[in-house]
């Protein structure tokens, strides 16, 4: 009887420990892209199909999609497209995605990746 009181303040910081430390869950769509970009030099037929079969649920009007996540998901598509050979999309479409990510290398200089 005598351990129950020290177990029992030692379950209670075991689990406020677990939920705090938690990392958040990523959007699923960018597990998604991680994959996408790995198809998108040697397969990008299949890359292209993986996105058009995300199109309607990432176009939504009822979906709550991010901001950088519709724009990570029109810039791929914009490339599936073009390593595919099909039209691109209108030129307000890519500039406004050239323009976001002009944007964010502007605001973060240290990351050379969003510098084109």
């Known amino acids: 009887m005598k351990h129950c009181w020290l177990i029992t303040p030692l ?9 705090c430390t938690r990392q958040p ?3 699923p769509a960018q597990e998604d892209f991680q994959d996408i970009t790995a198809l998108m030099t040697p397969q990008p037929d299949s890359a292209l199909d993986i996105l058009l079969k995300m199109y309607d649920t990432i176009t939504a009007e009822d979906a709550t999609v991010p901001y950088p996540v519709y724009m990570k998901y029109r810039l791929l598509l914009s490339e599936a497209l073009f390593k595919n050979d099909y039209q691109q999309p209108d030129t307000f479409t890519i500039n406004k995605i050239v323009n ?5 290398g502007t605001i ?3 990351n050379k990746d969003l510098q084109f």
């Not at 209670?12 to 939920?19: A, E, I, R």
């Not at 976001?100 to 964010?104: A, C, K």
């Open 108 to 110: 973060m200089r240290a």
């Open 25 to 27: 869950a990523m959007y």
């Open 11 to 19: 379950l209670f910081l075991s689990f406020v420990l677990l939920f």
């Open 100 to 104: 976001y990510y002009d944007s964010l």
